[in-house]
C-alpha cells in the first residue's frame, strides 16, 4: 500500500510569491496534518483537516491556508512568500482523529527554498 | 503554554544503551509520541504511550510519567543505522502534535 505522498518534492520560489503544495493521504485515512519544519528543528503545527473541515490551526500567519478534498487529500497554500517561508513542509495523515489518540504517519515531504 | 523539551545533541558508541528524555507541558494531553528522523528524510513513527510506564518494542522502549510529565526513550544494541534525530511530540486534546526540537544522536564505532 502507498504511504502519504506530496509534490512536488522540492520548489524554489522568490519573495511574495504564491506557492500550493500538494499530499495525499495513506488510503483509508480521513485526517490530515501539515507542519513546517525548518533545518535543526522539530516541526510546527500548521493545520489539521478532518473530513474536509478544519479541526485545529496552529500559530501561523493568515499567509497560510489549507483545504482538503473529498477523496481526503489536501493543499497547503502560502501567499506573499518571505525568506523566513523556507522549510520542509510535512504532511501527516491519520485514520480518524476524531476523539481518538491515532499516529499520525509523515510524508517525504515538500522542500521549499524562498529565494 | 505549550513546551516540549529535549536534549539537542548525543553521543553514544555502537552496542550500547542511550536515554533520550523529554519532558512536556501542554493544554491537556492525550499521548506521547517518539518518532525517528533521518536527515532529509521524513520522520518515522516509533512508539506512542498514553498510559504511565513502559512500552518495549524490540530495541526500542518508551517510558511515561504523566503526573511528572517526563517520558524517555531508550534504544539498546545501537548501531550505526541509529545515528538520527529523535523527535519526541506530545498529543493536546485536539489531537494536535507539539514536537520537541529534536534529539540529534550520533552513534560512534
Known amino acids: 500500500d502507498a504511504g502519504v505522498t506530496q509534490s512536488p518534492t522540492h520548489l524554489i520560489k522568490t519573495r511574495g510569491q504564491h506557492v500550493t503544495l500538494r499530499c495525499s493521504p495513506i488510503s483509508g485515512h480521513k485526517s490530515v496534518s501539515w507542519y513546517q519544519q525548518v533545518l535543526g528543528q522539530g516541526p510546527q503545527f500548521i493545520f489539521q483537516y478532518y473530513e474536509k473541515e478544519e479541526r485545529g490551526r496552529g500559530n501561523f500567519p493568515d499567509r497560510f491556508s489549507a483545504r482538503q478534498f473529498p477523496n481526503y487529500s489536501s493543499e497547503l497554500n502560502v501567499n506573499a512568500l518571505l525568506l523566513g517561508d523556507s522549510a520542509l513542509y510535512l504532511c501527516?495523515?491519520?485514520?480518524?482523529?476524531?476523539?481518538?489518540?491515532?499516529?499520525?504517519?509523515f510524508g517525504p515531504g515538500t522542500r521549499l527554498t524562498v529565494l | 503554554g505549550q513546551n516540549i523539551d529535549q536534549p539537542t545533541e548525543m553521543t553514544a558508541t555502537e552496542g550500547a544503551i542511550v536515554q533520550i528524555n523529554c519532558t512536556y507541558q501542554t493544554s491537556g494531553f492525550n499521548g506521547l509520541f517518539w518518532y525517528q528522523q533521518h536527515a532529509g528524510e521524513a520522520p518515522t513513527f516509533l512508539s506512542y504511550n498514553v498510559l504511565d510506564g513502559l512500552e518495549e518494542k524490540g530495541r526500542f522502549s518508551s517510558f511515561l510519567s504523566r503526573s511528572k510529565g517526563y517520558s524517555y526513550l531508550l534504544l539498546k544494541e545501537l548501531q550505526m543505522k541509529d545515528s538520527a534525530s529523535y523527535l519526541c511530540a506530545a498529543m493536546d486534546y485536539g489531537q494536535n502534535f507539539v514536537f520537541g526540537p529534536g534529539t540529534r544522536l550520533s552513534v560512534l564505532p
Open positions: 501527516a495523515s491519520s485514520s480518524s482523529g476524531q476523539g481518538v489518540t491515532d499516529t499520525q504517519y
